[in-house]
C-alpha cells in the first residue's frame, strides 16, 4: 500500500521557473526521501531528510518536513529541461524499536514536464 | 562503484511461464531489497534481504513468488505460472546500513511483460 501522496501528480512548467511538489504521508517516520525516476529508468536518490529536521537543501533542491502536519516539500528552483522526470517521495517507518526498518514506502508521484 | 545491476532488462514470456530475474547489488551494501512498479504508480515493495537472511516479504505477494539471495551477494526473484497481472518493472536495489536511513541505489529494471 501507498504511504505517502505526492501532489500535483503532474506539472508542467517553463525553464528557469521553480518547481514544488507537496508530499503527504499517513504515519510517524524516522526520515522522508525524494527520489527522482527518468522514463524507463531505475530511481536516483535525491535528498534525505530526518524526523528531527524541518529542512534541507542540496544544490537547486531543498526539501522542507512538518512532521506535524505528516508533509514534506521538494523545490527545484531554476528548472531545466533535464530535469523532466517523475519524482517519488519515500518513507522510512520506524520499527517498534524506534529505530528505521531501511524499507521505504513509496508514493504515487509526480510528472514533473520543464518545457525549454 | 559499478551500480547496482539486473538481468535481463526486458523479458516477454507467456502466461503459465515461470520467469527468473537476477539482480547484482553493489558489493559492499549488505540490504538488497526488490520493488515491483506498474504504470503510473510509484514502486511497491516486495521483499528484502539483510545479508543471505530474508527479513520480510510482502503480504501482497503471493506464493507464485520467491527471492533468494544465496551466501549474502547476488539475488534472483522467481515468478511460477505468470499471470498478465504480473506485467510490470521488478526494480532491485540495494543499501548499506549502519544506523539506519541510509538511501537505496536502485538498478534499472527489469520489464515484464505477460502475454
Known amino acids: 500500500s501507498q504511504q505517502g501522496e505526492e501532489d500535483p501528480q503532474a506539472l508542467s512548467i517553463q525553464e528557469g521557473e521553480n518547481a514544488t511538489m507537496n508530499c503527504s504521508y499517513k504515519t510517524s517516520i524516522n526520515n522522508l526521501q525524494w527520489y527522482r525516476q527518468n522514463s524507463g529508468r531505475g530511481l536516483v536518490h535525491l535528498i534525505l531528510?530526518?524526523?528531527?529536521?524541518r529542512e534541507k537543501h542540496s544544490g537547486r533542491l531543498r526539501v522542507t518536513l512538518d512532521t506535524s502536519k505528516k508533509s514534506s516539500s521538494l523545490l527545484i528552483t531554476a528548472s531545466r529541461a533535464a530535469d523532466t522526470a517523475s519524482y517519488f517521495c519515500a518513507t522510512d517507518v520506524p520499527n517498534a524499536g524506534g529505530t528505521s526498518y531501511g524499507k521505504l514506502t513509496f508514493g504515487q508521484g509526480t510528472i514533473l514536464t520543464v518545457h525549454p | 562503484d559499478t551500480g547496482v545491476s539486473q538481468d535481463p532488462r526486458h523479458k516477454i514470456t507467456k502466461r503459465g511461464q515461470n520467469v527468473t530475474f537476477r539482480c547484482d547489488p553493489i558489493s559492499e551494501h549488505n540490504r538488497l531489497y526488490w520493488y515491483r512498479q506498474t504504470l503510473g504508480q510509484g514502486p511497491e515493495f516486495l521483499t528484502y534481504f539483510q545479508n543471505e537472511a530474508q527479513l520480510e516479504k510482502s503480504r501482497l505477494l503471493s506464493d507464485r513468488f520467491s527471492a533468494e539471495r544465496p551466501k549474502g551477494s547476488f539475488s534472483t526473484l522467481e515468478i511460477q505460472r505468470t499471470e498478465q497481472g504480473d506485467s510490470a518493472m521488478y526494480l532491485c536495489?540495494?543499501?548499506?546500513?549502519?544506523?539506519?536511513?541510509?538511501?537505496?541505489?536502485f538498478g534499472n529494471g527489469t520489464r515484464l511483460t505477460v502475454t
Open positions: 531528510i530526518r524526523s528531527n529536521e
Open positions: 536495489a540495494s543499501s548499506l546500513v549502519r544506523t539506519g536511513g541510509e538511501p537505496l541505489h
